[in-house]
């Protein structure tokens, strides 16, 4: 059974580093084939897909927040993460990791977790 | 980048067929996929690569479609259907994208 679940800090500051975290069971990133991916969701720019990472360690990124984005794994862990340097309130969102498969459809996601950006 | 355009919101009746339309900026082949989120809830896949039924989704729901326009189906329509509809597109690898999301109520 595959599940995924994200952690954050709830609540920062503008211009602070949201780092978040993807704790998934039921496969390993160190498998031939494997992808999980970030994508937030806001009120106003609805679902937008952040990064991928790969088994192999390929990383692609949103150009349009490439500069500020970094994905990274810990496959001993089960883990992935994302890191979104500069946060500003237009950030604001429910950030999701999933599980990619196929040709690019996201079969599985994590429950989600909230990030408010405020002074 | 590719847009999906999507219409806002759909009413219908239980019982009825409904279509829920994407329009895509560019050809897209058949790498369209179909989502439903319930209020609270995540994403849930329905359909990928245009018509492929996901596993444990309800054969009430189809997919149809290649190039720029798709159609996601539900037939019948059941209370439960109740929730709003993606659609993500990952032909271009580099760089997937989501529609708006179409919000099916029922009358």
């Known amino acids: 059974q595959v599940t995924l679940k994200e952690s954050g800090p709830g609540i920062l500051q503008p211009s602070q580093t949201l780092s978040l975290t993807c704790s998934f069971s039921?496969?390993?990133?160190?498998?031939?084939?494997?992808?999980v991916g970030w994508i937030r969701q806001s009120s106003g720019k609805g679902l937008e897909w952040l990064a991928n990472?790969?088994?192999?360690?390929?990383?692609y990124y949103n150009p349009s927040l490439k500069n500020r984005l970094t994905i990274s794994k810990d496959t001993s862990n089960n883990q992935a993460f994302l890191k979104i340097t500069n946060m500003d309130t237009a950030d604001t969102a429910t950030y999701y990791c999933a599980r990619r498969l196929g040709a690019g459809w996201f079969a599985y996601w994590g429950q989600g977790t909230l990030v408010t950006v405020s002074s | 980048d590719t847009v999906l355009t999507q219409s806002p919101a759909l009413a219908v009746s239980p019982g009825e067929r409904v279509s829920i339309s994407c329009r895509a900026s560019?050809?897209?082949?058949?790498?369209m996929h179909w989502y439903q989120q319930k209020p609270g809830q995540q994403p849930k896949l329905l359909i990928y690569k245009a018509s492929n039924l996901a596993s444990g989704v309800p054969a009430r729901f189809s997919g149809s479609g290649s190039g720029t326009d798709f159609t996601l189906t539900i037939d019948p329509v059941e209370a439960d259907d109740t929730a709003t509809y993606f659609c993500?597109?990952?032909?271009?690898?580099?760089?997937?994208?989501f529609g708006a999301g179409t919000k099916l109520e029922l009358k």
């Open positions: 993500q597109q990952s032909w271009n690898d580099l760089m997937y994208t």
């Open positions: 039921g496969f390993s990133l160190s498998t031939y084939g494997m992808c």
């Open positions: 560019e050809g897209v082949n058949s790498y």
């Open positions: 990472i790969w088994w192999n360690d390929d990383k």
